[in-house]
């Protein structure tokens, strides 16, 4: 399903909207204050629809890689193909900043997100055993241009 979202670099207007999404996820959710320092450090980049943030992405970067620190899309609003445009958006800044390889970690049950992140070309290339309470983590990486 395509629909018509638009996506733009977060500022730190946003902090109240962003925490509000990232509550709906359940596990490692951020202060407030951790989101407003994401904002201004990181790359976060936003999807807007209806001129309301639907989601984003949050990415750190050091050198020329880059760690997805969290994407999150408002609970009514996935399966849209939201998180996968995020995500390409994402690319498309981190790759402008000269980032050539993205890592990430995720919950081993989190399945969703686990089949977007394959879909997008990421690999798995390690497991963190029991890295989370009770849930393992694996950690994904992406080199652009292989
Ligand atoms: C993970 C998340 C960001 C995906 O966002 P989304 O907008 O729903 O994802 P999309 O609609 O772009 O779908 C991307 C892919 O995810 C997979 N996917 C989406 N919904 C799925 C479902 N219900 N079951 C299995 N796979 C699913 C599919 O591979 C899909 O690609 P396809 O539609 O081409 O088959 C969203 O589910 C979410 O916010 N989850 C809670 C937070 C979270 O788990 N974040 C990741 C760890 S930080």
Known sequence: MSVNVIFRMA???????VKQIDCSYDYEQYSKEMIRSSILNDVNILAI???VIVGYVSASI?????ELLKIVVAKECRGM???KR???QLFEVLKVKNVTTVF????????VAKQMYLQLGFQKIFER???YDGDDAEVFKIEFGK
């Open 129 to 131: 055993k029991e890295y």
């Open 62 to 66: 050091v050198l020329d890689e880059a």
């Open 104 to 111: 990430l970690e995720v919950r081993k049950s989190n399945v």
């Open 11 to 17: 500022t730190i207007d946003d902090v109240e909207q």
């Open 49 to 51: 629809l209806d001129d």
């Open 81 to 83: 193909g939201i998180g």
């Open 86 to 88: 995020l995500i390409q």
